[in-house]
């Protein structure tokens, strides 16, 4: 190729087996444009998606490609300069629970990658919902037993694992590991790192909070935070963010970035802050 062009991005299915169940999985592995003929140590950044997202890490794996950067970078083509590691979670019998958007979820709702141009991004979402009052910042023993039992914490040493092969078989920089998520992938971006605190450079969970159990760990490190919430969101109310939040400051760790989207819901908060360029470059201002 001539010397001015950039090798083209990829994106691999890399096969393993899980700790969990011991089933054969796969998941993605995004390379970035120039990677190919660069000397260069690449980033990862870890993406862990939502709960509509989950499957058998088989024939159901191309739902992760719905959101976030992986979205961003292999169906939008933006250049993003990171090795993008984007697994699966396990179904579990969650779909066994009426949840509609799982129960009803169809292959068409993939997004296609077009050999010429980007498809077109969703129609943002407005909301007439009032923004949330802030009357109680308590999280509920409910609802850390339910995120805890279908969550990616089940999965810690497969992820882990995920990371530690690319960091060996790529040409990936071990001091700029990041993490990020998006709703059930927010909390597991928490529970990940008070599992993992030495991996990580940074993390970001979106519309996903810490339980204030899990921040010893990542106040000790002292890992780079931001936090991201909306102000409309029903599914995960941004006022459950604060207690962890106050733990960590309660720990000394101050290196903490909060943000709320008052005007944006659930959806349309990570549909933004994914579609933005302003935690790709907060991730890359970090190092270990």
Do not use: C
């Not at 979670?89 to 010429?116: C, E, Q, T, V």
């Not at 060996?168 to 071990?174: G, L, Q, T, V």
Request: hydrophobic share 30%; proline share 6%; net charge positive.
């Amino acid at each position: 190729m001539p010397s001015n062009e950039k090798s083209d991005e990829q994106l691999l299915r890399k096969s393993y087996i899980s700790t969990l169940d011991n089933s054969e999985r796969e998941y993605f592995l995004y390379l970035p444009k120039g990677y190919e003929e660069s000397a260069k140590k690449w980033p990862i950044l870890m993406f862990l998606h939502g709960n509509g997202e989950r499957g058998n890490g088989k024939s159901e794996l191309d739902y992760v490609q719905i959101h976030g950067p992986l979205y961003e970078a292999w169906i939008q083509k933006r250049d993003l300069p990171f090795i993008i590691i984007s697994p699966q979670l396990h179904m579990f019998d969650i779909n066994k629970k009426g949840i509609s958007y799982i129960d009803n979820r169809s292959p068409k709702s993939i997004p296609k990658r077009l050999n010429k141009g980007v498809p077109k991004r969703p129609k943002p979402r407005f909301t007439e919902d009032k923004l949330t009052s802030f009357v109680n910042d308590s999280i509920s023993k409910a609802s850390i037993n339910y995120v805890n039992k279908y969550g990616w914490n089940n999965v810690h040493e497969d992820l882990i694992k995920m990371i530690d092969s690319t960091l060996k078989n790529y040409k990936s920089d071990d001091k700029k590991v990041y993490l990020s998520g998006l709703s059930f992938g927010g909390y597991g971006t928490w529970q990940t790192a008070s599992k993992y605190p030495d991996k990580f450079a940074a993390i970001n969970p979106v519309v996903g909070y810490g339980f204030p159990e899990l921040m010893k760990p990542i106040a000790d490190k002292k890992i780079p935070i931001w936090a991201i919430a909306g102000g409309r969101d029903k599914a995960v109310p941004a006022e459950y963010f604060y207690v962890g939040l106050n733990t960590l400051k309660e720990m000394n760790h101050h290196n903490v970035r909060f943000t709320m989207h008052q005007d944006s819901d659930h959806v349309e908060t990570w549909r933004r802050v994914y579609g933005g360029q302003d935690i790709y470059d907060w991730l890359l201002s970090h190092s270990k």
